[in-house]
């Protein structure tokens, strides 16, 4: 069964980048079985999805966030990352690593317990 | 982009009771790839169904999804106690994965 830890500052400053790191356990990041999302959710607020990687380094990103959003994958550590540039308070949301298989079963069955990033100089 | 609506905001009922929640697509859902998650205060949200009616592991048969095409619905027959939380609805058949604004079951 995947566990999943999210890891990072959990405070930013305006216009400067945010970084996330997940750490998965009982499971390996270089498996085809998953492709390795990111969600956020701002406080009170609904899930947006962010985008995903697959191991091969293949990504695709929500088309509103696609300009700022890197995930990278570090197969060494077992970890994959996210990056959000310029970011703004609306960018402060709890984030979430949730992996997802392919086609019929790209639902998110998995999901870290979520960490707090707030944008606040 | 499939934009997904719910309805009702919040549904106000007592245990035992029936709750039926909806979630209505801008388009249709392709081989109806909708999944409903539930989420409660201060947690991740835990998957509850897939493919529109397939139910996850774990998940207690009082909850069932029915629905296709843009109309899908989210039963769940009688409602314990631990089920009063935050409902949403999810498309993932195409990027990108949209959620739903959420449906919140509460305490009548």
């Known amino acids: 069964q995947l566990q999943l830890q999210e890891s990072g500052p959990g405070m930013v400053k305006p216009s400067e980048t945010l970084s996330l790191t997940c750490t998965v356990s009982g499971g390996s990041i270089s498996s085809s079985s998953y492709y390795w999302g990111w969600v956020r959710q701002p406080p009170g607020k609904g899930l947006e999805w962010i985008g995903s990687i697959y191991y091969s380094g293949s990504t695709y990103y929500n088309p509103s966030l696609k300009s700022r959003v890197t995930i990278s994958v570090g197969t060494s550590k077992n970890q994959f990352s996210l990056k959000l540039s310029s970011v703004t308070a609306a960018d402060t949301a709890v984030y979430y690593c949730?992996?997802?298989?392919?086609?019929?079963?790209?639902?998110?069955?998995?999901w870290g317990q979520g960490t707090l990033v707030t944008v606040s100089s | 982009e499939i934009v997904l609506t719910q309805s009702p905001g919040t549904l106000s009922l007592s245990p035992g009771e029936r709750a039926t929640l909806s979630c209505r697509a801008s388009?249709?859902?392709?081989?109806?790839?909708l999944a409903w998650y539930q989420q409660k205060p201060g947690q991740a949200p835990r998957l509850l169904i897939y493919?529109?009616?397939s139910r996850a592991t774990g998940i207690p048969d009082r909850f069932s999804g029915s629905g296709s095409g843009t109309d899908f619905t989210l039963t769940i027959s009688r409602l314990e106690p631990e089920d009063f939380a935050v409902y949403y609805c999810?498309?993932?058949?195409?990027?990108?994965?949209?959620f739903g604004p959420g449906t919140k079951v509460d305490f009548k």
């Open positions: 388009q249709s859902v392709s081989s109806s790839y």
């Open positions: 493919g529109a009616s």
């Open positions: 999810q498309h993932y058949g195409s990027s990108p994965f949209t």
């Open positions: 949730a992996p997802h298989s392919s086609g019929y079963y790209s639902y998110f069955d998995y």
